[in-house]
């Protein structure tokens, strides 16, 4: 057990715990973009900002990526702490100007978001889906493609590999802004551009899965397709 | 070089500005190689040593710092955005006052609030420093004047980057695999190290010594990331390399299919020429072949890499020992450039009695590793001497016990801290059973009729510092001693056997091939030459440098054009910047390693790779400490 002191509050955490992950459970609201909480933390969108005091000085980290360690003093509402995520926020605003769910995180924050529409729904670049992908499902159809030296990539975005892709829509259930779309019509489904054939219930006959995510399961679990002909909900 | 007016390098600020001079640091920098400058921006200030347009070389900074911000973190990207926009603004004549301020307090937010180093240390610290010391210039901007651009030059290194002898693209190639893009990273591996399967296996990694993440917890494991992509392509069935995209007709000849020769083949193959490669031995690799046993580097992989060449094009002619540098003979096949990169096979003397009496059981270490290499067998019988303490000597004595000899010693004559071998092969060597008597040298050999039968020695102690810094050992008057032996192996050493270039060539005091240092030409018209044959028994990869430079080299000469050597940051310490910020120490992701019982009954390698998984968890760890400088 380590002993950890928030806000002036003493608290209890266990090793390997983060910062936020302490936080949230001793309900202390800290504002997060590209944290989930299955997921490896990313450290993507600077909004989990707070003060650690790291040899004797107050610094600003991440609390979604920084590990507790016992002793450790964190403020998590300072005026220092409040102006760092405002400005995160004010940043992503300022790229992502009619993304409602950037908006409504800066507005929550108290930035004052300029007049216009909120209907939009930009890839803001948290790498929910791509770790998603890696992590849970286990393809690598998602990846990041961002710059450096020497490479000549124009704008940092998400790669889409259609080929690795299974069409199992994670990536939709998970992305914040509704940037990744997925829809289904007749025995379709159509996710990233990719069309993908959907196998219907041998029960209830509705469309449940598509082929290409059933055929993935069964080679990595050893499971034949036949035993996997049935929805969640009939089994 | 003029009188610095302003400099904030480090932090520190100088400011001659009002006339009153100030001292100028050692460290602030005031030449970029032998380029001068009038006004500077880098990752750790701003230096002005004449008239200067500072809002428009600020601007320049941040579109170069714009290329490097991965994008991954929003404060990073999108603030140099935001700040580049008001200063494009400010120039163009839009601007208002208040917009110096909100590049001030965006410029705050990046340095204390992005994810990685970059953003941290170096996007837009010097942009900071030119709005708070320059605020005139910029306010100037602000009454509605408009300003104007000047041409600008940029240069990037790190801390790794610069302190690898071939200067890979580390935080590049590190951030692929951070991103499971191990192929895309291998491609940018190979720009610059064309055997990444043997460097990831037995580099020196002099980068890991430079890694900012020492200072926190444990350095990158850079040579092992390196390792995972080139292993990831090998699982996947090892893909081609690109295929020039044009033909030249010109012919090159290599001497020496060494790391040196086998990238200046590689490059100059892409680049269109016609390579042809005379190796001595049967196989290609030079030391890495014949010199690093396969517990340290299974021969598949250099013989797969070597491969890969030959399948690219270059002529690689084995069993071509080159006995007479014949020029007019290679003239008349054709050849309009030659590289020699021979390599240093030729150990060298240890200076006492009974070296040179051709007894049986004193080999050569470097010759012993060869003949081990190359399939001759070795009866293990009795004890083994091997007398050295760099990397040869562990090599000759690990293979020692692996062969079956029960009794290996290794004699140096300098203590543990002086020995030229890499750390991790000495504890390695010592877990396996190897011994090792310190300072302690040989007097002579001593034989019964033909046969060794063991060495004199004498015990030494340490004196002063010699010209590498390490303490001269100095012997201890009548402190001579026996040491019994069945095999006696020297490796304190090689030199190149220059036998085959007569006398026509010019050599230095060493023994190796005189050259100019960056065009890498010898004396002889369209003769080139790198390696260990110039630089002395060196690392694979200042051979691959001496190999990539080279190919750039001889690429120039044959088009008639001036070569260029690369943008020195020599004299600027890359390693230093100002603030940090808080860093969570995580510590190295660990391989395993063969149990030492195991490693010694056969030549299996001895360390287990990365998988993919634990590669980008480790890759993650990388600060990115990438150091961005624009001067004009």
């Known amino acids: 057990m380590l002993n950890v002191t928030i806000d002036g509050k003493k608290l209890e955490a266990k090793d390997g715990e983060t910062i936020l992950q302490v936080c949230q459970a001793n309900h202390v609201r800290i504002p997060t973009l590209c944290f989930h909480k299955d997921l490896t933390p990313f450290g993507a969108c600077r909004l989990c900002v707070v003060e650690v005091k790291t040899d004797g000085k107050w610094q600003l980290a991440s609390s979604c990526d920084t590990l507790v360690r016992n002793k450790m003093e964190v403020r998590t509402n300072t005026d220092r702490v409040k102006e760092s995520r405002k400005l995160a926020a004010e940043l992503l605003c300022y790229k992502y100007p009619s993304t409602k769910a950037v908006r409504d995180m800066a507005e929550s924050l108290g930035v004052e978001v300029p007049e216009g529409k909120a209907d939009g729904s930009d890839c803001i670049l948290c790498g929910l889906c791509t770790r998603t992908c890696h992590e849970i499902v286990g393809v690598d159809a998602l990846k990041f493609l961002d710059r450096g030296l020497g490479r000549s990539v124009s704008e940092p975005r998400i790669e889409y590999i259609a080929d690795a892709c299974i069409g199992c829509g994670s990536c939709a259930y998970v992305c914040p802004t509704g940037f990744v779309k997925m829809e289904a019509s007749g025995d379709r489904r159509v996710i990233w551009d990719k069309s993908f054939k959907m196998t219907a219930c041998d029960k209830c006959g509705r469309y449940f899965a598509p082929e290409e995510q059933l055929k993935w399961i069964s080679r990595k679990t050893g499971v034949p397709m036949s035993k996997l002909t049935v929805c969640t909900s009939c089994r | ?632």
């Open chain 2, 1 to 632: 070089m003029s009188a610095v007016s302003f400099s904030s390098w480090n932090g520190k600020i100088i400011d001659n500005r009002t006339g009153k001079a100030a001292r100028v640091d050692a460290g602030v920098p005031t030449m970029l190689g032998d380029k001068s400058f009038t006004a500077l921006m880098g990752w750790n200030g701003l230096v002005v040593s004449g008239a200067a347009n500072i809002p428009s070389l600020a601007l320049g900074y941040l579109r170069e710092a714009r290329k490097l911000s991965c994008g991954e973190c929003s404060v990073c990207s999108i603030g140099i955005d935001r700040i580049a926009a008001l200063l494009e603004g400010l120039i163009a004549g839009r601007g208002k006052k208040q917009d110096v301020a909100e590049i001030e307090r965006v410029a705050r937010g990046v340095m204390e609030l992005s994810k990685c180093n970059f953003g941290r240390a170096s996007a837009v610290t010097p942009v900071l420093d030119a709005v708070r010391y320059y605020k005139d210039d910029f306010l100037a901007l602000a009454t509605g004047k408009k300003g104007t651009t000047s041409p600008y030059k940029t240069a990037v290194t790190a801390p790794c980057i610069e302190a690898c002898p071939a200067r890979l693209d580390i935080p590049g190639y590190i951030e692929l695999i951070r991103n499971n893009k191990f192929d895309e990273s291998l491609d940018l591996i190979r720009k610059r190290c064309i055997l990444p399967g043997v460097i990831g296996r037995a580099c020196t990694h002099p980068c890991e010594e430079a890694c900012i993440r020492n200072g926190i917890d444990q350095t990158l494991a850079i040579r092992l990331l390196k390792r995972a992509a080139a292993d990831n392509d090998l699982a996947s069935g090892g893909g081609a390399l690109k295929k020039p995209t044009a033909e030249r007709p010109e012919k090159v000849a290599i001497v020496g299919a060494g790391p040196a020769g086998l990238a200046a083949a590689y490059h100059l193959r892409r680049m269109g020429y016609q390579v042809t490669i005379f190796e001595a031995f049967p196989k290609g690799g030079g030391m890495a072949a014949v010199g690093i046993p396969d517990y340290r580097l299974p021969k598949n992989i250099l013989e797969h890499e070597t491969r890969l060449i030959r399948e690219l094009g270059a002529d690689i002619q084995y069993n071509r020992k080159i006995t007479k540098l014949d020029m007019d003979e290679l003239t008349a096949q054709g050849f309009k450039a030659v590289f020699l990169g021979v390599g240093a096979h030729e150990g060298t003397r240890m200076g006492c009695k009974g070296e040179d009496a051709g007894y049986e059981g004193f080999v050569d270490g470097a010759v012993f590793l060869r003949d081990l290499a190359l399939g001759k067998p070795v009866e293990p019988k009795g004890k083994v001497v091997i007398v050295g303490g760099g990397n040869v000597a562990m090599d000759c004595a690990r293979s020692c016990l692996r062969l079956g000899f029960k009794d290996v010693e290794i004699l140096y004559r300098r203590t543990r801290k002086e020995m030229p071998a890499r750390a991790e092969e000495i504890d390695e060597a010592l877990e396996e059973g190897v011994k090792i008597r310190y300072l302690v040298a040989p007097v002579s050999v001593l034989a019964d009729g033909n046969r060794v039968k063991g060495l004199e020695c004498i015990r030494m102690k340490l004196g002063e510092p010699d010209s590498s810094g390490r303490r001269r050992p100095v012997p201890v008057k009548g402190s001579e001693f026996k040491v019994k032996a069945d095999m006696v192996i020297p490796a304190i050493g090689q030199k190149p056997e220059l036998g085959f270039a007569g006398d026509v060539l010019q050599v230095t005091g060493w023994g190796t091939i005189e050259v100019n240092p960056e065009t890498l030409r010898t004396n002889l018209e369209g003769v080139f030459a790198g390696g260990d044959c110039v630089s002395g028994p060196a690392t694979l990869i200042e051979a691959l440098d001496a190999g990539n430079r080279v190919a750039r080299s001889i690429d120039a000469y044959l088009q008639g054009r001036t070569f260029e050597p690369e943008m020195s940051f020599k004299g600027i310490d890359v390693k230093a910047q100002r603030a940090l910020g808080h860093v969570d120490a995580c510590p190295q992701e660990k391989v395993s390693l063969l149990e030492p019982k195991e490693r010694v009954k056969s030549f299996a390698e001895v360390e287990a790779p990365y998988s993919d998984a634990t590669a980008m968890k480790e890759a993650n760890r990388c600060l990115r400490c990438y150091r961005l400088v624009v001067w004009e």
